[in-house]
T-cell receptor, first 113, second 114 residues
């Protein structure tokens, strides 16, 4: 059974810092991995999707990497801003689960001005 | 263009009542998903549709939960005889197809069962 874990559960950094959020999964047979952002009381916003054949994806100040063999992904945020404060969720779509995403518990990020 | 929409945005109901939650996917998206987000449980999958059929209902917590999709578009999630443990945010998502496609989420319906 696929399990997704995110570390740390919460992170507080001063504005301008570069930071890394970690995601690990137990079964490497995945189709893709997605990173989402969730603001309090809101739905999920898709940030990046990495297909199983890819190693990384970039969007603006965000870079996500995928090491399928070791079951790990990282989300790198450069030059963090207070507007980046949110909960970040990773989710995997694995070969045995059809269309459903399996989510980690999230990392709650706070960027202080 | 329009994203995934859900209604109502908030619902307060009494224990034992039935509720219906609605999801309008992005136009042209054939796949539709329901998830539930509750404190302490994180985000859990409930059911997904490919067109009007639901190949995987394994995530529905009990037989009080059902969902349907008609015309390959709108979906409704029905919870019968609601219990307090059903209180959660119910999120709907859609994608172009099942598989290696980005899932786009709606804002959710916040359900509170008193």
């Amino acid at each position: 059974k696929q399990e997704v874990t995110q570390i740390p559960a919460a992170l507080s950094v001063p504005e301008g810092e570069n930071l890394v959020l970690n995601c690990s999964f137990t079964d490497s047979a995945i189709y893709n991995l997605q990173w989402f952002r969730q603001d309090p009381g809101k739905g999920l916003t898709s940030l990046l999707l990495i297909q199983s054949s890819q190693r990384e994806q970039t969007s603006g100040r965000l870079n996500a990497s995928l090491d399928k063999s070791s079951g790990r992904s990282t989300l790198y945020i450069a030059a963090s801003q207070p507007g980046d404060s949110a909960t970040y969720l990773c989710a995997v779509l694995d070969h045995n689960q059809g269309g459903k995403l399996i989510f980690g518990q999230g990392t709650e990020l706070s960027v202080k001005p | 263009g329009a994203g995934v929409s859900q209604s109502p945005s908030n619902k307060v109901t009494e224990k034992g009542k039935d509720v219906e939650l609605r999801c309008d996917p992005i136009s042209g998206h054939t796949a539709l998903y329901w998830y539930r987000q509750s404190l302490g449980q994180g985000l859990e999958f409930l059911i997904y549709f490919q067109g009007n059929s639901a190949p995987d209902k394994s995530g529905l917590p009990s037989d009080r939960f059902s969902a349907e999709r008609t015309g390959g578009s709108v979906s409704t999630l029905t919870i019968q005889r609601t219990q307090q443990e059903d209180s959660a945010v119910y999120l709907c998502a859609s994608s172009l197809a099942i598989g290696q496609e980005t899932q786009y989420f709606g804002p959710g319906t916040r359900l509170l069962v008193l």
